[in-house]
């Protein structure tokens, strides 16, 4: 069996578009658009594969955009030339990203008996108010019943994405939030801080808004890390919560710098030594693969002094965290400065030694972009 690689499929097509999302995706999209984008992404599919003979597939993500608004005929075209030219691992994980709004009892069965094994369903909150706010297309109830409709047509995989850090929302009202969706039973959930993106409307009109300040934001993630793991949920990495064995495993790729491969506009890929993006324009995009045009955003072959310090970065917000023989084994640094930045943040409560590993603790992660900032520079000094 080959090297293991994951597969991404950017669908950059949203019924409309959120209040604060900065990722490429563009409202609407007519049926026209979503045909011929099919016929590019199946094109650039197709070309790609022959260099993955030597592989194996062992997760592919459907990601956006919200996948399903692309439509069943197209979703089936793509998945149909993946199990045809690809070498797809028996027990492949196969994720679909999917919106409450956009999906209905009747279309998850078709979704599931398509192949896809793993939802990914965004559902940000539970409060009306605030969803409305920030532009979603669904309710509390729509998220609720689009959960139970996927477990109901066959999902036993199902992740939940939830944001804090909400314009009015207190930690109580996140406890509650959590609580709920712990009842419905996912078996993966994502946290993410609310993340104010240049140029989005919810920017724009900040100042109508009253966020949760930084102290409010921290606890409200020491919230969420204490409620999920009293409910039996592993914290595996800085945001995301899983049930045992249910990680994203093709998530886990990118924070353990495994290969893979991103297909679509801006969609990024890890394989080879080299890390590059595609355009971040549908038509650029759609007219490069159809015309033989260039569709590269750029391209850069990664040294080992740069893998270094991205195993650091990256695996410091995994609960796997660092180990000095693996980073001297893998890349011949010396680990001592790092150490020494860690041991004394440990004193402090925000890491621990375990073993021969290095971890951040949830109050370290709070701080992690400093922490590792730190731990960079020490490395850069040498001993
Ligand atoms: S559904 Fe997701 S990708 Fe689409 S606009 Fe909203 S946040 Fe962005």
Redesign the pocket.
């Known amino acids: 069996m080959g090297q293991a690689v994951g597969l991404y499929l950017h669908i950059p097509f ?5 209040d ?4 490429y ?1 563009v ?1 609407g999209g007519d049926e026209r658009a979503k045909q011929t984008y099919t016929k590019a992404l199946a094109a650039h599919l197709t070309e790609t594969a022959p260099a993955l003979t030597r592989h194996t597939v062992d997760t592919v993500y459907f990601g ?3 996948p399903p608004v692309l439509g069943l005929g197209p979703l089936h075209t793509l998945m149909d030339i993946i199990r045809r030219r690809f070498p797809l691992a028996a027990g492949a994980e196969i994720t679909l ?1 999917a ?1 409450p709004g956009v999906v209905d009892d009747k279309l998850l069965k078709k979704l599931r008996r398509e192949g896809f094994n793993r939802l990914s369903l ?1 559902v ?1 909150s539970l409060e009306d108010d605030t969803l409305a706010l920030l ?3 669904h309710n509390a109830r729509q998220a609720q019943s689009a959960f139970e409709g996927a477990r109901a047509a066959g999902f036993d995989n199902i992740g939940v994405d939830l944001l804090y850090g909400l314009p009015g929302q207190t930690v109580e009202e996140w406890r509650a939030t959590l609580r709920e969706i712990v009842a419905w039973g996912p078996e993966h959930i994502s946290c993410y801080g609310l993340k104010l993106e240049e140029g989005t409307p919810l920017w724009r009109d900040r100042a109508d808004y009253a966020f949760p300040d930084d102290d409010a934001q921290a606890d409200q993630y020491l919230a969420a890390v204490s409620i999920l793991e009293e409910n039996g949920y592993l914290h595996y990495e800085i945001s995301n919560f899983a049930r045992p064995g249910r990680v994203s495993r093709h998530n886990l790729k990118y924070w353990t710098l495994a290969p893979y491969i991103g297909l679509g506009p801006s969609a990024c890929s890890d394989f080879g030594g080299r890390r590059w993006s595609y355009v971040r324009d549908l038509e650029a995009y759609v007219g490069g693969m159809l015309g033989d045009g260039d569709v590269l955003h750029e391209m850069e072959e990664l040294p080992p002094e740069a893998r270094a310090a991205e195993y650091l970065m990256l695996r410091l917000r995994t609960a796997d965290g660092v180990s000095g023989n693996e980073y001297v084994r893998l890349y011949k640094g010396n680990f001592e400065p790092v150490e020494r930045v860690l041991e004394a943040r440990a004193a402090h409560g925000f890491a621990r030694s375990e073993g021969n590993r290095w971890r951040l603790t949830p109050k370290g992660f709070l701080v992690s972009n400093r922490i590792i900032a730190d731990v960079l520079e020490a490395r850069t000094e040498g001993p």
């Open positions: 949203c019924q409309k578009k959120c604060y999302c900065d990722f995706s409202p956006g955009g919200t990203e919106n965004g940000q532009g979603r297309v």
